[in-house]
């Protein structure tokens, strides 16, 4: 094959696709992205780790900010929104975002969902942070905290997981 000129229009088309898959591969490096799972890095573990810096604020039906205080959905939606993503605001529309995962294959940064009440759709909503543990805006009264998916009410009440980080 002939080497191709500058001017060339198929040789500037050769250049402008390299340099648009060197600006990909720059990009995702930079997000983060890489090849294979990421054990406790990237977002997944930063989103985690922020959930985890809430503990202890209160709870508060409605609240969306460490300011106002969180719910549940509120905590999450907070939390996400710190790192680009726009999730829906009650536990049930969130249960509807993402991908499922088994219980087994729980991430860091994983939602994970309890049906509490009579309702069949979840109403409670935490992030899972790793070793069987979540974060959660529990109730009325009540602090952020982390609790044990083992937890005899957690488990018992346990509906499914979504993933939304990659």
Known sequence: ??????????????RR?????????????????GVG?????????SVAALALRQRGEPY??????????????GLVQWVFGRFGYHL???AHEQYRVGLAVPRARLRKGDLVFF?????RQPAHVGLY??????????????RVREDSLSNPYWRRHYMGARRILP
Do not use: K, N, Y
Not at 60 to 73: A, E, M, N
Not at 134 to 139: C, L, N, Q, R, Y
């Open 1 to 14: 094959m002939p080497a191709l000129r500058s001017g060339h229009p198929r040789g500037l088309l050769l």
């Open 17 to 33: 696709a390299a340099a648009i898959l060197a600006l990909l591969a720059v990009l995702a490096a930079l997000s983060g992205c």
């Open 37 to 45: 799972p990421r054990r406790g890095g990237g977002a997944a573990g």
């Open 60 to 73: 508060r039906f409605g609240g969306r900010s460490p300011s106002t205080g969180f719910d549940c959905s």
């Open 88 to 90: 829906p605001r009650e």
């Open 115 to 119: 049906r509490v009440g009579r309702g």
């Open 129 to 142: 942070v790793g070793g069987g543990r979540f974060v959660h805006a529990p109730s009325t009264g009540e």
